[in-house]
């Protein structure tokens, strides 16, 4: 059975591009019969702020996508469900990737890798207890991968040119997104993982961490990098710049099916649709391809 996870991070109020994220995820589960899951990042305390949280059921109510496995409100994702119980996972996997003799401590600022694009922590050799160091991975230069993608097909994706040495661990101690989220799919059965294509190089950091320890169960993940949603000036959309959010549409009554309406024109379908269950109807009469 394919069981697939939605991941919102709570860093602010959902926008059109990741809710067209969720409602691919859905319709590719609802067609198959299979599970869902909810998950949300809300690892980063720093970001990660309750109104962004509530906002992510509203949205989802407002949609009308349900799933079968997570938080259903804001308080059982603080209770049961949040990141931050699961630290103790993380620092599990950490320690294990500590183990395989190619993780280092880098102390470079922000500032410094984007001016330079490189950390040359590498070569220092520093003491991975270094007060304020983030913990690096070493890739190797020949760390390709193949990612199984549903429409793309096998794809190869070279870790070294696209995230080389990238942050397993942050400065403040907390796992980086690449460690959480494989461990989380990892531990949940996850085997679809359905996300945008801008995140291909993460899925090929997260199965060099996979296979680093032996957890073979995520290179048989299938995965789906859709297309990304772009704005007029043709960038990907994001909350940091600003997108128009969901909350403000909601905010001005505006329904769902602008959104749905939106969604068959970004899918260039030439019957326009109005809501989930509608699009799950004509993908299952075969008169829609699920696309994008
Ligand atoms: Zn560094």
Not at 21 to 30: E, G, K, Q
Request: hydrophobic content about 35%.
């Amino acid at each position: 059975m394919i069981r697939a996870r939605i991941a919102p991070t709570p860093s602010g109020y959902l926008h059109i591009g990741n809710v067209v994220n969720f409602a691919i995820t859905w319709l590719w589960v609802r067609q198959n019969k299979g599970h869902l899951r909810l998950r949300i990042d809300d690892l980063d305390t720093q970001r990660a702020k309750p109104e962004y949280i509530e906002d992510i059921f509203n949205t989802l109510k407002w949609l009308g996508l349900d799933w079968d496995e997570g938080p259903q409100s804001a308080a059982e994702q603080e209770l049961q469900y949040s990141q931050k119980r699961r630290k103790d996972r993380y620092d599990e996997w950490i320690a294990k990737l500590i183990e395989t003799n190619r993780v280092f401590a880098c102390t470079c600022s922000r500032k410094q890798i984007e001016e330079l694009h490189v950390c040359n922590c590498r070569q220092k050799n520093l003491p991975l207890n270094t007060p304020d160091a983030a913990l690096r991975i070493y890739t190797p230069v020949d760390a390709i991968f193949v990612v199984n993608d549903i429409k793309r097909g096998k794809t190869e994706v070279n870790l070294y040119n696209e995230m080389r040495d990238f942050v397993i661990r942050r400065r403040d101690g907390i796992a980086a997104y690449q460690v959480a989220s494989v461990v989380d799919d990892i531990d949940f059965d996850i085997n679809l993982i359905v996300r945008g294509e801008d995140l291909i190089s993460s899925t090929a950091a997260q199965l060099y961490l996979s296979g680093l320890l032996n957890q073979n169960s995520f290179a048989e993940t299938t995965f789906y990098h859709h297309r990304l949603l772009k704005n007029e000036q043709g960038e990907k959309l994001s909350k940091s710049a600003g997108s128009v959010s969901i909350k403000s549409w909601r905010e001005s009554g505006d329904k769902p099916e602008k959104f749905y309406l939106f969604l068959s024109s970004f899918w260039g379908l030439k019957e326009p649709v109005l809501s989930l269950g509608e699009m799950l109807e004509q993908i299952q009469t075969g008169l829609v391809k699920l696309e994008s």
